[in-house]
């Protein structure tokens, strides 16, 4: 279960990968169920309520809420999808709020999904949670839960995605999280300054802590990258799986939102993709040199700060263009917007959340910007591999895992690598790009074997059931 799902609700990759891993088990034969709240945002055409599944009552402190269900299906078809309906809770727009019940609008979801296999009979070998939202799910199965045999051979899985978001509460939520009583369970440090979280209850007592890249792996458990939970992630071990890609909606063949489809045999089409992304960003003719692509949240994770500073010169002097798409930190989209001002009929920056354009980016950019300071995995480097846009990232988690640096000696390489998360690193990638590009048949020989690549699900899932494997034949 999970916060989100595309396309249902979709912020970042979390939403690409819960969805894409439920559909991949499915076809590998699982059984496996997707729980999301239904979100005022979610069009419930084409959605049933399940009619045992309404108006369920559940306890949270002193109020009592209740739910339904409505299940649905996947566009591409897989997992049954359960939308959790608890309209003062969920009924509003955004996927996230800021409002002060955040703790009770997953609490919900996490709840409702037990509640509800209760009421299926529906005994789940694996619970897989996804990031704090749902991570307070194995805390509960050893305490409110713990009585209900149902759940006796029910393991934990729980994923981490982004350790930057630990949904810590101060701890007068406890009655709210039914944890009364329960307090020795709790993460004692934490409690001691007057704060629970979600994600700190999951790392003590899911039966399995996964990342979302092996380079990650290492990473999380330094104090450079552990956000202050190195030390329980060194001490309980966590397993690195890199993400999937959904290939059915990320490939230059088949994309239903790109002006024309190409592939590795037949490139014509990704340079009538540039010129369509040319003309739709409004931006000056046919570039000599690369147009770069941004798709992204802005935080300071994804290091686009630094992005300003390092393409000025190029910019400045040579004849390339920039296109970004990208919502969040007005520090960072007033600075893409400055840049507009700085170079006009060079850099286009869209703010907001745009799926197409996303897509139209990756077709039809040259190369693609993800200076990340810390990238758990990452999609869009790996997007960009299979649409022959060159990723320039920093050396990194999963980006670390998914381009390896050309080397102009062995010819060998997928994409532009650096070290330091400064502008001057950067700088260097950015200008290594353009001079590279100069050389179309180097250029196409590093777009040709990134396209090679495959970074399919139908590879990782195996990952991810071995794991499965392995927890419950350990009973
Ligand atoms: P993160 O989950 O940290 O945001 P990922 O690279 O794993 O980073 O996934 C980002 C996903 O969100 C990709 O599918 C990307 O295309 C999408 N995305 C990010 N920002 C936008 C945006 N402004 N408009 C459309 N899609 C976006
Ligand atoms: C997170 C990470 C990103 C990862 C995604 C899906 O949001 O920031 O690196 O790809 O989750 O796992």
């Known amino acids: 279960?999970?916060?989100?799902?595309?396309?249902?609700?979709?912020?970042?990759?979390?939403?690409?990968?819960?969805?894409?891993?439920?559909?991949?088990?499915?076809?590998?034969?699982?059984?496996?169920?997707?729980?999301?709240?239904?979100?005022?945002?979610?069009?419930?055409?084409?959605?049933?309520?399940?009619?045992?599944?309404?108006?369920?009552?559940?306890?949270?402190?002193?109020?009592?809420?209740?739910?339904s269900v409505w299940s649905g299906a996947l566009p591409q078809g897989g997992p049954t999808m359960y939308f959790v309906e608890c309209a003062p809770l969920f009924g509003r727009q955004e996927i996230y709020?800021?409002?002060?019940?955040?703790?009770?609008?997953?609490?919900?979801?996490?709840?409702?999904?037990?509640?509800?296999?209760?009421?299926?009979?529906?005994?789940?070998?694996?619970?897989?949670?996804?990031?704090?939202?749902?991570?307070?799910?194995?805390?509960?199965?050893?305490?409110?839960?713990?009585?209900?045999?149902?759940?006796?051979?029910?393991?934990?899985?729980?994923?981490?995605?982004n350790l930057a978001y630990q949904g810590g509460f101060p701890k007068s939520v406890i009655g709210d999280l039914s944890l009364r009583g329960f307090e020795n369970l709790l993460h004692q440090d934490e409690l001691r300054a007057g704060r629970v979280s979600f994600l700190t209850s999951g790392l003590l007592y899911a039966d399995a802590l996964t990342v979302v890249s092996p380079t990650h792996s290492r990473e999380v458990q330094t104090a450079e990258y552990g956000f202050g939970l190195d030390g329980i992630l060194r001490a309980r071990g966590v397993t690195g799986i890199l993400n999937g890609v959904d290939y059915d909606e990320w490939s230059p063949e088949r994309d239903r939102h790109i002006a024309a489809r190409y592939s590795p045999q037949d490139?014509?089409?990704?340079?009538?993709?540039?010129?369509?992304?040319?003309?739709?960003?409004?931006?000056?003719?046919?570039?000599?040199?690369?147009?770069?692509?941004?798709?992204?949240?802005?935080?300071?994770?994804?290091?686009?700060?630094?992005v300003p500073a390092a393409l000025a010169r190029l910019l400045a002097s040579d004849d390339v263009r920039l296109v970004a798409l990208g919502s969040g930190d007005q520090r960072v989209a007033q600075s893409f917007r400055d840049m507009e001002r700085q170079f006009p009929g060079k850099v286009r920056f869209r703010e907001g959340y745009d799926e197409p354009w996303a897509h139209r980016i990756e077709a039809g950019a040259d190369a693609f910007l993800m200076p990340s300071r810390f990238e758990p995995c990452g999609l869009n480097q790996?997007?960009?591999?299979?649409?022959?846009?060159?990723?320039?990232?920093?050396?990194?988690?999963?980006?670390?895992?998914?381009?390896?640096?050309?080397?102009?000696?062995?010819?060998?390489?997928?994409?532009?690598?650096?070290?330091?998360?400064?502008?001057?690193?950067?700088?260097?990638?950015?200008?290594?790009?353009?001079?590279?590009?100069?050389?179309?048949?180097?250029?196409?020989?590093?777009?040709?074997?990134?396209?090679?690549?495959?970074?399919?699900?139908?590879?990782?899932?195996?990952?991810?059931?071995?794991?499965?494997?392995?927890l419950c034949e350990r009973g």
């Open 382 to 470: 790996m997007y960009s591999l299979r649409y022959g846009t060159v990723p320039i990232v920093r050396n990194t988690g999963g980006l670390a895992d998914s381009v390896t640096i050309y080397d102009p000696d062995t010819g060998h390489g997928t994409g532009i690598v650096f070290d330091s998360p400064d502008a001057s690193a950067l700088r260097w990638a950015a200008e290594t790009a353009a001079r590279l590009y100069r050389d179309r048949a180097v250029w196409r020989s590093i777009q040709l074997q990134g396209m090679a690549e495959d970074f399919s699900w139908t590879r990782q899932i195996q990952e991810y059931t071995a794991l499965y494997r392995r």
């Open 97 to 161: 709020s800021q409002q002060g019940d955040e703790h009770l609008r997953f609490g919900m979801l996490s709840r409702a999904a037990l509640e509800s296999c209760q009421r299926m009979g529906f005994a789940p070998h694996v619970v897989h949670c996804n990031d704090w939202h749902t991570a307070l799910i194995p805390l509960w199965l050893r305490t409110i839960y713990k009585w209900d045999r149902l759940f006796a051979e029910t393991k934990t899985v729980l994923t981490l995605h």
């Open 267 to 306: 490139m014509s089409g990704k340079a009538a993709c540039r010129r369509a992304l040319l003309a739709e960003a409004q931006l000056a003719g046919d570039p000599q040199g690369p147009v770069f692509g941004v798709v992204s949240r802005l935080t300071s994770q994804k290091g686009l700060d630094l």
């Open 1 to 67: 279960m999970a916060s989100e799902a595309a396309p249902f609700a979709k912020t970042g990759g979390l939403g690409d990968v819960a969805a894409a891993l439920a559909r991949y088990l499915v076809r590998d034969g699982h059984d496996a169920r997707l729980f999301l709240p239904l979100y005022g945002r979610i069009d419930r055409k084409g959605l049933v309520p399940v009619g045992f599944l309404r108006d369920v009552p559940v306890r949270m402190g002193d109020r009592t809420f209740t739910f």
